[in-house]
């Protein structure tokens, strides 16, 4: 069904046509002047908003961008902004109402005052504590306000304060775009602070957010939520109120403000529910928004397929044009710069309304949680729209093997916090490795469970690891020591050799790990081990030592072998040769074949031993997950010989398909190919 596109002109919501206002900054530039053009190279819009957002909030890196203690005692239910905004003289004058609920136990005293951030260049002119007149202080950006009784754990309270002035910082902007105010708001990471009072807290998001914003009449105001009313308080000025009933951390709140138009669309839920989809769109951009913004609704459609409804269904979703580099992920209405039409970076904020809207990082060293999803999100939607090599591809193009941690060690330091190559490059190889260790079904169901459990609310990267294994039954601590608090990446050197008869050939392999930077990696690696022809088999081996070897069943003709050949892991492979692997142990420690296979319902593992030793004898899936222990224990030399009946270790029976029978000897390792029919 043909979408029904509608162009809104301001003139025609409010009745008059817009006015031309003062300039007393320089015009912003128009589309054709900006950096974001198509032919831009890729990633380029992600790059910038990156860095515009570290560089423009650096002057605020040594500021605590924590809570303090009171701020621990109260959870803040509502905000109701009520904001009237000068373009003309750069001015802002608000009254800004919270109300809370006093947390705690009975024991714990009663609450006499409450902590919120403000900015220093905002100056308080009254505060009010359940309507009374209330005493306040402030220190740096915490303004402390005296309530007007103890409340006790339970009992809800209302704080109001009025203040105003011209925001500091780079998270509120007063422009221009072709003549007429362009003003916008981008708080991340602390920014909300700046020009509006509240708890600048990830960990505790307000229930509702009404914003009430008046501007001149020649003006519209797009912000999150639903749009509840407009209305004429004085002659021309115009109050915009929208609500947001969503729960939402206070960086996401915004304000996007200029005579735009506005591009309708829509998108049907899961369940059949039709959803408003809104761009406000700056002069000049009508032509490329058309041919530009339609896909929103395909990706909508895509990431809600895999990642669970659209979190915001009963309100919107859309893009407002602002004159920032790249964008920003406003819940329910990204900011997007008015020459970015791609859809890498439509995707990309599109993704963080579930990752990082939905279920936001707890605090931003865990940035990645937001970041690495969204940008990972990009080549999940080219898989979608253009196939599997279009996905290895967008990985590829987000490939970093330098130096640094993704866990953002120093929050308070906004350089790294938007670190581009850590936060959003290397972070994007996590959700895609985690993707080939658990395989498609326990990755998406893991994601889902990660949702459920802290959708609306923060997460750390230990919640999201937690998560992940309860779905999976897999021990993940390993993999994100690795590669969240690690640094750098696996380097494989790997030499073989093919041995043995017709009807009896093997690949003899030895994988080392050659990385002196940092340690030792535990990954399912990838091994194909091509024919003539092209043709080719699949292995997938452990390796979690400094130096593995391996014994498996190949075809007679087996020509040469490649490793991890679909770059599922961020590593280097380095080949080696044949001289490496002169010195691999004879044959007779190794699994010697398995009858019957194919087999239903069960087939015999039969292995030899050269020695006595501790021997373990597992059964893995395609993707590398351990299915079943079949023996761990030390046995004699000679031949030994093991039942699997085709059972999981809780005693349900496996689905047909590939597994692998894995025997581990000391640092040796033999891989056989099983086939379960059914």
């Given at each position: 069904m043909a979408r029904l596109l509608i162009i809104i002109c301001l003139a025609c919501v409010l009745g008059q046509a817009p006015a031309v206002v003062g300039q007393p900054v320089p015009m912003a530039p128009g589309p054709e002047a900006t950096p974001f053009a198509p032919q831009?190279?890729?990633?380029?819009?992600?790059?910038?908003?990156?860095?515009?957002?570290?560089?423009?909030?650096?002057?605020?890196?040594?500021?605590d961008p924590g809570k303090t203690a009171s701020m621990d005692r109260y959870d803040v239910l509502a905000y109701d902004l009520a904001l009237d905004l000068y373009p003309e003289v750069f001015q802002l004058e608000g009254v800004v109402t919270m109300r809370a609920r006093v947390v705690g136990g009975a024991g714990d005293p009663a609450l006499d005052q409450v902590d919120l951030h403000l900015g220093a260049g905002m100056a308080v002119?009254?505060?009010?504590?359940?309507?009374?007149?209330?005493?306040?202080?402030?220190?740096?950006?915490?303004?402390?306000?005296?309530?007007?009784?103890?409340?006790?754990?339970?009992?809800?309270?209302?704080?109001?304060?009025?203040?105003?002035?011209?925001?500091?910082?780079?998270?509120?902007?007063?422009?221009?775009?072709?003549?007429?105010?362009?003003?916008?708001?981008l708080s991340e990471p602390y920014g909300a602070r700046q020009w509006w009072p509240c708890k600048d807290v990830n960990t505790d998001k307000a229930d509702t957010v009404d914003l009430r914003v008046t501007v001149p009449a020649s003006l519209m105001v797009a912000s999150n939520g639903l749009l509840i009313g407009t209305s004429s308080?004085?002659?021309?000025?115009?109050?915009?109120?929208?609500?947001?009933?969503?729960?939402?951390?206070?960086?996401?709140?915004?304000?996007?403000?200029?005579?735009?138009?506005?591009?309708?669309?829509?998108?049907?839920?899961?369940?059949?529910?039709?959803?408003?989809?809104?761009?406000?769109?700056?002069?000049?951009t009508l032509n490329q928004a058309e041919a530009g913004f339609p896909v929103t609704v395909d990706?909508?459609?895509?990431?809600?397929?895999?990642?669970?409804?659209?979190?915001?269904?009963?309100?919107?979703?859309?893009?407002?044009?602002?004159?920032?580099?790249?964008?920003?992920?406003?819940?329910?209405?990204?900011?997007?710069?008015?020459?970015?039409?791609?859809?890498?970076?439509?995707?990309?904020?599109?993704?963080?309304?579930?990752w990082g809207d939905l279920?936001?990082?707890?605090?931003?060293?865990?940035?990645?949680?937001?970041?690495?999803?969204?940008?990972?999100?990009?080549?999940?939607?080219?898989?979608?729209?253009?196939?599997?090599d279009a996905y290895h591809e967008e990985m590829a193009l987000a490939r970093y093997t330098g130096d640094g941690t993704i866990f953002v060690e120093n929050p308070g330091n906004f350089w790294t916090i938007f670190d581009y190559n850590l936060s959003y490059l290397k972070a994007s190889w996590v959700p895609h490795m985690l993707r080939r260790v658990l395989g498609?079904?326990?990755?998406?169901?893991?994601?889902?469970?990660?949702?459920?459990?802290?959708?609306?609310?923060?997460?750390?990267?230990?919640?999201?690891?937690?998560?992940?294994?309860?779905v999976s039954g897999r021990e993940l601590d390993s993999f994100f020591q690795q590669w969240i608090y690690g640094s750098y990446f696996p380097r494989y050197r790997y030499d073989y050799s093919f041995a043995g008869e017709a009807g009896a050939r093997r690949l003899q392999l030895k994988l080392t790990q050659v990385q002196t930077n940092t340690g030792i990696f535990d990954m399912p690696v990838d091994v194909r081990v091509y024919s003539p022809g092209g043709a080719f088999v699949d292995f997938t081996v452990p390796c979690d030592r400094r130096e593995?070897?391996?014994?498996?069943?190949?075809?007679?003709?087996?020509?040469?072998?490649?490793?991890?050949?679909?770059?599922?892991?961020?590593?280097?492979t380095i080949p080696g040769g044949t001289s490496g692997v002169e010195s691999l142990p004879a044959r007779e420690t190794a699994i010697s074949g398995a009858w019957p296979n194919p087999f239903n319902p069960r087939t015999t593992v039969q292995f030899t031993m050269g020695e006595p030793a501790p021997v373990e004898l597992v059964i893995h899936d395609v993707s590398g997950r351990?299915?079943?222990?079949?023996?761990?224990?030390?046995r004699s030399a000679g031949e030994h010989q093991v039942i699997w009946d085709g059972k999981d270790d809780g005693g349900q029976t496996a689905a047909a398909g590939v597994y692998f029978a894995r025997l581990s000897v000391h640092s040796r390792t033999s891989v056989a190919k099983l086939t379960l029919l059914k």
């Amino acid at each position: 069904m043909a979408r029904l596109l509608i162009i809104i002109c301001l003139a025609c919501v409010l009745g008059q046509a817009p006015a031309v206002v003062g300039q007393p900054v320089p015009m912003a530039p128009g589309p054709e002047a900006t950096p974001f053009a198509p032919q831009y190279r890729k990633h380029q819009s992600l790059a910038l908003e990156a860095e515009t957002k570290a560089r423009r909030h650096q002057k605020f890196a040594q500021q605590d961008p924590g809570k303090t203690a009171s701020m621990d005692r109260y959870d803040v239910l509502a905000y109701d902004l009520a904001l009237d905004l000068y373009p003309e003289v750069f001015q802002l004058e608000g009254v800004v109402t919270m109300r809370a609920r006093v947390v705690g136990g009975a024991g714990d005293p009663a609450l006499d005052q409450v902590d919120l951030h403000l900015g220093a260049g905002m100056a308080v002119s009254s505060v009010q504590s359940a309507g009374q007149t209330a005493g306040f202080s402030r220190e740096g950006d915490i303004l402390t306000i005296v309530l007007d009784r103890p409340y006790l754990p339970g009992e809800e309270l209302t704080v109001t304060v009025t203040y105003g002035g011209n925001p500091e910082g780079d998270s509120f902007g007063w422009d221009y775009y072709a003549g007429a105010p362009l003003i916008w708001t981008l708080s991340e990471p602390y920014g909300a602070r700046q020009w509006w009072p509240c708890k600048d807290v990830n960990t505790d998001k307000a229930d509702t957010v009404d914003l009430r914003v008046t501007v001149p009449a020649s003006l519209m105001v797009a912000s999150n939520g639903l749009l509840i009313g407009t209305s004429s308080p004085v002659a021309d000025r115009v109050t915009y109120h929208w609500r947001e009933n969503y729960p939402i951390v206070t960086y996401l709140v915004s304000l996007a403000i200029h005579p735009y138009s506005v591009l309708e669309d829509s998108y049907t839920g899961l369940d059949g529910q039709v959803m408003p989809v809104r761009h406000y769109i700056v002069p000049g951009t009508l032509n490329q928004a058309e041919a530009g913004f339609p896909v929103t609704v395909d990706m909508l459609q895509a990431f809600a397929a895999a990642y669970g409804e659209y979190p915001f269904i009963d309100e919107k979703y859309g893009h407002a044009h602002f004159p920032w580099g790249g964008g920003m992920e406003h819940q329910t209405l990204t900011s997007l710069n008015y020459g970015a039409f791609g859809q890498g970076i439509i995707a990309h904020e599109l993704a963080h309304q579930w990752w990082g809207d939905l279920v936001t990082c707890a605090d931003f060293g865990h940035i990645w949680l937001n970041e690495g999803f969204a940008t990972w999100s990009e080549a999940y939607w080219r898989e979608i729209n253009e196939g599997v090599d279009a996905y290895h591809e967008e990985m590829a193009l987000a490939r970093y093997t330098g130096d640094g941690t993704i866990f953002v060690e120093n929050p308070g330091n906004f350089w790294t916090i938007f670190d581009y190559n850590l936060s959003y490059l290397k972070a994007s190889w996590v959700p895609h490795m985690l993707r080939r260790v658990l395989g498609d079904e326990d990755f998406f169901a893991g994601l889902a469970h990660y949702r459920a459990l802290y959708g609306y609310g923060s997460a750390t990267t230990e919640q999201f690891r937690d998560a992940m294994e309860a779905v999976s039954g897999r021990e993940l601590d390993s993999f994100f020591q690795q590669w969240i608090y690690g640094s750098y990446f696996p380097r494989y050197r790997y030499d073989y050799s093919f041995a043995g008869e017709a009807g009896a050939r093997r690949l003899q392999l030895k994988l080392t790990q050659v990385q002196t930077n940092t340690g030792i990696f535990d990954m399912p690696v990838d091994v194909r081990v091509y024919s003539p022809g092209g043709a080719f088999v699949d292995f997938t081996v452990p390796c979690d030592r400094r130096e593995q070897w391996y014994t498996l069943d190949v075809p007679d003709d087996a020509l040469f072998i490649a490793l991890d050949p679909e770059n599922w892991i961020l590593c280097e492979t380095i080949p080696g040769g044949t001289s490496g692997v002169e010195s691999l142990p004879a044959r007779e420690t190794a699994i010697s074949g398995a009858w019957p296979n194919p087999f239903n319902p069960r087939t015999t593992v039969q292995f030899t031993m050269g020695e006595p030793a501790p021997v373990e004898l597992v059964i893995h899936d395609v993707s590398g997950r351990r299915i079943r222990t079949l023996l761990h224990e030390s046995r004699s030399a000679g031949e030994h010989q093991v039942i699997w009946d085709g059972k999981d270790d809780g005693g349900q029976t496996a689905a047909a398909g590939v597994y692998f029978a894995r025997l581990s000897v000391h640092s040796r390792t033999s891989v056989a190919k099983l086939t379960l029919l059914k």
